[in-house]
């Protein structure tokens, strides 16, 4: 059974830091893309990025939103895929999801979210 | 960007049909494939794949669900409507990265 955790969200002030995990099981790991995607509450999924599979070479890609802020990395040892988020805004306020990418195209697993708050 | 555009609501009585609809900003088929997908989103819940490259229905799917399209133009159909469907529907390209439509809530008439 394929099962996605996020973990490490909380209450962050702006411009603080914050890394989020994303533990993976249940598939091989390194065979997928992974991706991050949030939602602001009440608002749309808005995709941040992704990392590629071992086959291309575990490469990234970012929403131009959030591009030189935030930051895909993946543990293979560990299975754990981790969003480091810097600088953060009061817009970044939203629930964060790890997903599984089919292929490059879609996402047919969602973690459970992980909420972001950034607030003084 | 491939900017998605849905209707923020759709009103239908259970047991009908529901279609809702999600036109791209640019096309995003190619020769082969139409890339665009249709996730389901309760509350408290994380989205759900309902529909793969326009049509294809994602493992576990109920067979009341559909969706057919291509170019910019784009379907999800509910038939018939059931109590449990009540949720909202966004629409994801993958021709250029990824983007999600506003999202279509479906409530009762």
């Known amino acids: 059974e394929v099962k996605l955790l996020e973990s490490g969200g909380g209450l962050v002030q702006p411009g603080g830091s914050l890394r989020l995990s994303c533990a993976a099981s249940?598939?091989?790991?390194?065979?997928?893309?992974m991706s991050w995607i949030r939602q602001p509450p009440g608002k749309a999924p808005e995709w941040l990025g992704v990392?590629?599979?071992?086959?291309?070479?575990?490469?990234?890609e970012y929403n131009p939103s959030v591009k030189g802020r935030f930051t895909i990395s993946r543990d293979n040892t560990q299975n754990i895929l981790y969003l480091q988020m810097n600088t953060l805004r009061a817009e970044d306020t939203a629930i964060y999801y790890c997903?599984?990418?089919?292929?490059?195209?879609?996402?047919?697993?969602w973690g459970q979210g992980v909420m972001v708050t950034v607030s003084s | 960007d491939i900017v998605l555009t849905q209707s923020p609501a759709l009103a239908v009585s259970l047991g009908q049909r529901a279609t809702i609809s999600c036109r791209a900003s640019q096309s995003v088929s190619t020769s082969s494939y139409n890339l665009m997908h249709w996730y389901q989103q309760k509350p408290g819940e994380q989205p759900k794949l309902l529909i793969y490259d326009a049509s294809n229905l994602a493992s576990g799917i109920p067979v009341r669900f559909s969706g057919s399209g291509s170019g910019t133009d784009f379907t999800l159909t509910i038939n018939p409507v059931q109590a449990d469907d009540i949720a909202t529907y966004y629409c994801?390209?993958?021709?250029?990265?990824?983007?999600f439509g506003a999202g279509t809530k479906l409530e009762l008439k």
């Open positions: 249940g598939f091989t790991f390194t065979d997928f893309y």
């Open positions: 994801q390209q993958s021709r250029e990265l990824y983007t």
């Open positions: 997903a599984r990418c089919m292929g490059i195209d879609y996402f047919d697993y």
């Open positions: 990392i590629r599979n071992k086959a291309n070479g575990y490469t990234t």
